[in-house]
């Protein structure tokens, strides 16, 4: 049985998967995330305050001789998250367990009264992977992409028609993994004018957009876990139960993961709860200081 919240939406509504590191992500400023005035003082503030956050610096996973003399160990990292050897043999090719890049836009604009919320969406029933979850906008980046900024806006405009124009690119965190190894890259951006935004959904990747109080994350209320195992070390997959209007949404994995991280860094505190990330040795290319969610 769910306990949820009860909150309007801020805006109208259209029917409409890691590890958590330290690697310093790819992004940098372009015309579309450019800094703009209007919007609250909050939100000017709050930009100012999230374009000095930098994420721990660290190597990087795109070293080549890095990967090859750690190939044993990245194969029994492989075959633990759920990969097959025979599937993903990195021994004989280990540029099959270099990561792939995406990125996701958490965009933070102020409710009516005045909180941080943030948008959300639903994926379609119709999608053959993850089918009906609650995630971030967002998608894998594509060779023209000039950086994750780019890459998170583009894939929201396709997604839900929000302009790349009316977000701005604040930051970006520390990179996740996904447990399919994919690299996940969150960007926070600023939506300064949410009356500008009408929510339009592709209805072939999207069933539904809508938006949650950023702090919640935080709160340990409306929240569960379950304990998993990984590698020998037990760690903590969060889902928070949250309702809106006559709609009941569970928000969990890598997005509840990742959204916990933004707002830590937004309200610039911990969590209410223990996140109880697993800490284990790492090959090289994936490092360590790493969550899963």
Sequence with gaps: MFLLYRRLPSFARTTTTLLCKSMEPAITTTAATSFFGGGSSRLSALAQQLRRYKPPPSSSFDDAE????????????????GFQESIAPVSKDPERFKPKRAAVLICIFEGDDGDLRVILT??????????????????????????????????????????PSLVDVVTSLEPFLSKHLLRVIPVIGILRDKTKFNPTPNPGEVEDVFDAPLEMFLKDENRRSEEREWMGEKYLI?????????????????????????ASVTYERPPAFIEQCPKFKYPKMVEKHTCMP
């Excluded at 890095?66 to 998250?81: F, P, R």
């Excluded at 119709?126 to 060779?143: D, I, Y």
Aim: overall charge negative.
């Design 122 to 163: 639903k994926r379609s029933s119709k999608l053959s992977t993850h089918s009906g979850e609650v995630s971030l906008p967002g998608g894998k980046a594509e060779e023209d992409d000039k950086d994750d900024g780019m890459t998170a806006t583009r894939e929201a405009e396709e997604e839900i028609g929000l302009d």
């Design 238 to 262: 969060h889902y928070f139960d949250y309702r809106t209007g006559d709609k009941d949404y569970m928000i969990w994995g890598l997005t509840a993961g990742i959204l916990i991280r933004a």
């Design 66 to 81: 890095e990967m090859q003399t750690d190939q044993e160990t990245a194969g029994k990292v492989v075959s633990q998250v």
